[in-house]
């Protein structure tokens, strides 16, 4: 069970939208690619995706930008991966085998089976602003720049 590097980054990129709701500021794909540290052009093709699946919304003009509805705030994170992968993928085998099922296991099968059960549990049972409020609750930053090490070398 793999995300797409386009899930991740839509998943981000919403629970930066979440984190700023309170702001009521509609924020460019530019700003939020920077904060996030991803591709603009290739946010901003995940984001007329994400619009079309109405987990976020936007309007255009000089004041326009990216924002969270009150009724996008309950969509849930498996809603987001729903939009850009499709749920097809989070049920593929983890060792990438084209059959495996509880009848048909890969060797690591019934290892696997629990841990996805329960990330994807936590993803459907969480809204958008749960979830961003648990990471800004832990401390936590939604930016990728963290992750990478270089960014540890100053």
């Not at 924020?27 to 619009?51: G, Y």
Request: net charge positive.
């Amino acid at each position: 069970m793999m995300l797409s590097r386009a899930s991740k980054y839509a998943i981000l990129s919403t629970l930066f939208l979440a984190e700023h709701v309170k702001d009521k500021k509609k924020i460019s794909v530019k700003v939020i690619a920077e904060s996030i540290d991803v591709p603009s052009p290739f946010l901003a093709k995940l984001f007329q995706q994400l619009v079309k699946g109405k987990i976020i919304s936007s309007t255009k003009g000089p004041n326009g930008g990216f924002y969270l509805t009150k009724s996008n705030q309950k969509k849930s994170v498996l809603d987001i991966i729903e939009n850009i992968d499709g749920l097809n993928r989070l049920n593929e085998c983890f060792l990438g085998l084209s059959e495996c099922d509880g009848s048909n296991p890969c060797p690591v099968h019934f290892i696997v089976e629990p841990f996805k059960n329960s990330i994807l549990g936590k993803f459907r049972d969480k809204n958008i602003m749960e979830f961003s409020e648990e990471i800004v609750s832990h401390g936590r930053k939604l930016s990728l720049k963290d992750l990478s090490p270089e960014f540890d070398k100053k």
